[in-house]
């Protein structure tokens, strides 16, 4: 700190120096040991198949609670809704290319606006415009799949994604490739409950 930005106190009110020691005090938790292995985050990390279980049935639109249903029907999984919220707000971001819900919104407002020349339309010629935005953007993307049914870059190719060649974005074969690269990469040790109470951590 500079001389200009030092504060000018009297020479009574500096402390010597040495005179002030740090003390423990009250070094204990608020709260008893959590009884269930439930309530510790690193015994709730979902495997692969249940966060692959949860991304499937968002797509396919089954609601938050009907997946936590599912899952603690069929899995031994120790997730909470939370957890399950966190993986499904994981799904949308992935569809949206990460952006987020803000910028997908922005992003399909500004393409209307530049199809909405004026502000003086009524709504009949408002929605002819939306609808003409629309339809130009699937004809974009009905090109794009065209284009990528006729070539296939090299990190992609193989017989492993041959059959989905063509149905598949690139983009969305490149993220499976990405996940299979992280599956048979060497796993670390999971965490194992341990039989009695679950301790929190320090």
């Known amino acids: ?42 015994h709730r990390q979902l495997n692969e198949g249940d966060a692959a279980i949860i991304s499937s049935l968002t797509t396919a639109g089954a609601a938050p609670r009907d997946i936590r249903t599912y899952l603690h029907n069929s899995s031994d999984t120790l997730a909470t809704q939370q957890d399950i919220y966190n993986r499904i707000a994981a799904t949308r971001r992935d569809l949206r290319e990460g952006q987020s819900s803000i910028q997908a919104a922005e992003g399909i407002h500004s393409l209307i606006k530049s199809y909405i020349k004026t502000s003086t339309f009524d709504l009949f010629d408002s929605w002819q415009a939306m609808r003409h935005a629309v339809t130009n953007q699937l004809k974009e993307l009905n090109h794009i799949r065209a284009s990528q049914q006729i070539r296939t870059p090299l990190d992609i190719s193989g017989g492993m994604f041959e059959a989905v060649q063509g149905w598949v974005s690139h983009q969305a074969l490149r993220k499976v490739q990405e996940q299979r690269k992280l599956a048979l990469a060497s796993p670390q040790a999971p965490c194992k409950t341990r039989g009695g109470t679950a301790q929190p951590f320090a």
């Open 1 to 42: 700190m500079d001389q200009s930005h030092r504060l000018a106190f009297p020479d009574d009110a500096l402390p010597p120096e040495g005179i002030y020691k740090s003390h423990k005090e009250y070094a204990h938790h608020n709260h008893p040991p959590s009884p269930g292995a439930s309530a510790h985050p690193a």
